[in-house]
């Protein structure tokens, strides 16, 4: 035998994650809404992965194409924080343009349906956060493909 050649692994890992398989044009298709209201006041596991992978992810991808810039869903993300998902819910204009206000109203709004108080406040803020350091991510992302 070979003492250069790889040798397998000890154990195989079925539950391991796999590296992320959609477009984002798939993950634009998500029902964003639907993805808060089960993994928003879920425990951890598959909902609250679902919503902060994919759904995360999807919501970049939407929020990105709508021209949102990541310190406003981040600005968005504390006023959560601070007054909660109700009362960003009601805002006028949660996002400075008006088909990603709308959409993210929407979103804000599944998230007081729940009644899941201050923690499900602080993982909306939470989620958000992740939002738009992906927005942010992707923007870099272009810009160093912009520049070479």
């Known amino acids: 035998m070979n003492d250069d050649a790889p040798h397998p692994p ?3 890992d079925d539950d391991a994650p796999h590296p992320p398989d959609r477009t984002d044009d798939e993950l634009a298709r998500l029902d964003i809404t639907v993805l808060l209201r089960y993994g928003l006041t879920a425990e951890p596991g598959p909902r609250r992965t679902a919503l902060f992978g ?3 992810a999807a919501a970049a991808v939407i929020l990105d194409r709508l021209g949102t810039e990541p310190r406003s869903v981040a600005f968005l993300a504390d006023t959560v924080r601070a007054g909660g998902l ?3 819910a009601e ?3 949660p996002l400075p343009r008006r088909e990603a206000a709308a959409l ?4 804000l709004r599944a998230g007081t349906e729940l009644a899941g108080g201050v923690a499900a406040d ?3 803020a939470t989620w958000l956060r992740a939002v738009a350091t992906i ?6 992302t272009r810009a160093r493909g912009r520049s070479t």
């Open 10 to 12: 000890d154990r195989t």
């Open 54 to 56: 994919d759904g995360a």
């Open 86 to 88: 109700a009362r960003a």
């Open 91 to 93: 805002l006028p204009e």
């Open 104 to 107: 993210v109203r929407e979103w």
């Open 122 to 124: 602080d993982t909306a």
């Open 135 to 140: 927005i942010e991510l992707k923007q870099l």
